[in-house]
Nanobody, 125 residues
Framework: QVQLVESGGGLVQAGGSLRLSCTAS????????MGWFRQAPGKEREAVAA????????YYADSVKGRFTISRDNAKKTVYLQMNSLKPEDTAVYYC??????????????????WGQGTQVTVSS
């Protein structure tokens, strides 16, 4: 079992930056691929970025490529999402999620059994 807690959300103007953090507790973290997802009102949850257990392979949604960076610190059991050049359309609740041990990176919501509670990101125009 993995418990996840997100932090770092907030209100920012368009063009600004935020860094989200997700800290894990429980059995494992260093062997789990991790993902960041977001859900805007009235829309389905979508993948934003994901990273393998060793940080070598990363996935980014086309809409955030070049603006967002996912990283992880296994010693701190924390995964980060650095968000730059934020746009109003990035407004959503952002969720951290974990796959099972040794599973590969995936952008599919159903592939992640462990989820945090989410943190709100609001980008004003």
């Amino acid at each position: 079992q993995v418990q996840l807690v997100e932090s770092g959300g907030g209100l920012v103007q368009a063009g600004g930056s935020l860094r989200l953090s997700c800290t894990a507790s429980g059995r494992t973290f260093s062997t789990n691929a991790m993902g960041w997802f977001r859900q805007a009102p009235g829309k389905e949850r979508e993948a934003v970025a994901a990273i393998t257990w060793n940080g070598i392979n990363r996935y980014y949604a086309d809409s955030v490529k070049g603006r967002f960076t996912i990283s992880r610190d296994n010693a701190k059991k924390t995964v980060y999402l650095q968000m730059n050049s934020l746009k109003p359309e990035d407004t959503a609740v952002y969720y951290c999620a974990a796959r099972g041990p040794w599973d590969p990176v995936s952008p599919v919501v159903a592939d992640y059994p462990y989820w945090g509670q989410g943190t709100q990101v609001t980008v004003s125009s």
